[in-house]
């Protein structure tokens, strides 16, 4: 199903999807071609996604502005990433275990919060970047991103890799990298992917240590 395939969807005016769908906020943020493990208890989210799985449709995952990812329903931040469904599996009796893909981003229009306490959204999916190649003095994230997909045991990214892209790099590299949940959601708002290459070389120019002579 395509990203902007909904049940509910339609064409904004200016000619980018609008959809309405759920919205699983949580203390994590998911990135385009990103690949995240949830665990499902609760209610609300369970039957989000029997909804999801019977419609083959995606919910939207975006970082909590405030407060937690249970009991009653926290405010989202409004930019965040549609969740396609890849895997699920039931241990038991009222849990999910779930891998989801990341989609396209999307921007918050309208919320409401649906009986049960599960929040909804009218979002406004976003165009992303044409694929660029990755300047030649940003080569060493490149670099950065193989080596720390190796010394973490992820040798195997996720699929399709490109590590010629700038997209790619720069969302792959701000997943692993540890910067703050608030400083990954500023990474995934920025529309230009070079400005997310550069705020990343600046990042860690700042946490390279200087040697004087």
């Not at 509910?8 to 906020?25: C, H, K, R, V």
């Not at 799985?53 to 009653?72: D, N």
């Not at 979002?123 to 994230?141: G, K, S």
């Amino acid at each position: 199903m395509n990203d902007a395939d909904s049940a509910t969807g339609s064409t904004a005016d200016n000619g980018q999807a609008s959809l309405e769908l759920p919205l699983f906020p949580l203390g994590a943020v998911l990135f385009p071609g990103g690949v995240c493990s949830l665990k499902v208890f609760e209610p609300r989210y369970l039957d989000m996604v029997a909804t999801c799985l019977r419609r083959q449709s995606p919910f939207g995952i975006c970082l909590i502005a405030s407060g937690s990812e249970v009991g009653q329903p926290a405010i989202p931040h409004p930019v965040g990433t549609l969740a396609h469904i890849a895997e699920v599996e039931v241990p038991q009796l009222g849990i999910m275990m779930l891998v989801v893909r990341g989609g396209r981003r999307f921007r918050i229009e309208r919320q409401s919060r649906a009986a049960g306490g599960l929040l909804r959204a009218v979002v406004r999916v976003l165009d992303e970047a044409p694929a660029r190649p990755l300047p030649p003095a940003q080569q060493a994230l490149c670099s950065l991103l193989q080596k720390l997909a190796a010394e973490h045991k992820r040798s195997q990214l996720p699929e399709p890799q490109a590590f010629d892209d700038a997209s790619w790099v720069g969302y792959r590299l701000t997943e692993m990298l540890p910067l703050q949940p608030l400083a990954k959601q500023k990474l995934l708002e920025l529309e230009d992917p070079l400005l997310r290459l550069q705020a990343l070389s600046i990042w860690l120019s700042q946490r390279t240590p200087t040697h004087r002579r």
